[in-house]
């Protein structure tokens, strides 16, 4: 399965298109949230209008500049795209789990759209074995480090996929660390960031 991955677009507008340009190379879309910034409805809409030329599944998560109720109202009428927020998804027989917001809380204040640690294992009690996890926040410890050095991720996003290992995780979040890719336990976790990347994910049984 050809995976074309991205996060943190925060209203780039040139960066989507080039979504849209590279999709047709790929199988599914995954978007990592953070595609406005700090709540900007018009942002949004402009930035989801660009991107709903693409017209092949794609799985969208909010970051913390959205919420997942104000992404789901500007992608309605987008018939491929699939936002999710504690859901998953089934997409040529491979399930995608995806959870948004900033975990653990930022200290952004009240724009943010943020999750507790707890709030988050909540979620993932709902989280397939073997899936593809789509999170805004990385997992603590990988690909989470800002410029400073300082480990940001999240704990219960940690526990999520050593406990279920999922076949790739891809997040966002952290800019310090776009572009990154590690493995924790056996999954491959990769944080996105704006550059579009297409990543070729062999299946179970290929």
């Not at 590279?22 to 199988?27: M, N, P, T, V």
């Not at 949230?33 to 998560?61: C, F, H, Y």
Request: glycine share 10%; charged share 20%; with cysteine.
């Amino acid at each position: 399965m050809k995976l074309l991955l991205c996060s943190d677009l925060h209203a780039d507008l040139a960066a989507a298109q080039g979504m849209v340009e590279l999709s047709q190379e790929a199988d599914v879309v995954l978007i990592a949230g953070d595609l406005g910034n700090v709540r900007n409805m018009a942002q949004l809409e402009k930035t989801i209008g660009v991107l709903k030329e693409i017209s092949i599944p794609t799985v969208l998560v909010p970051g913390n500049a959205e919420s997942d109720e104000e992404l789901k109202s500007v992608c309605q009428g987008w018939e491929p795209a699939y936002v999710l927020h504690g859901e998953s998804v089934e997409i040529s027989g491979v399930p995608f789990f995806g959870l948004g917001g900033g975990i653990p809380v930022t200290p952004f204040g009240s724009w943010s759209f943020d999750l507790t640690e707890d709030q988050a294992r909540e979620a993932f009690k709902s989280l397939p074995k073997r899936a593809i996890l789509v999170t805004h926040s990385p997992p603590l410890g990988v690909v989470d480090h800002n410029h400073e050095g300082r480990s940001l991720g999240s704990q219960a996003i940690r526990e999520a996929i050593l406990e279920q290992v999922p076949l790739f995780a891809v997040c966002g979040h952290i800019h310090a660390s776009a572009g990154q890719e590690e493995t924790l336990g056996k999954t491959p976790v990769y944080n996105a960031g704006p550059a579009a990347r297409l990543r070729e994910l062999p299946l179970p049984g290929e």
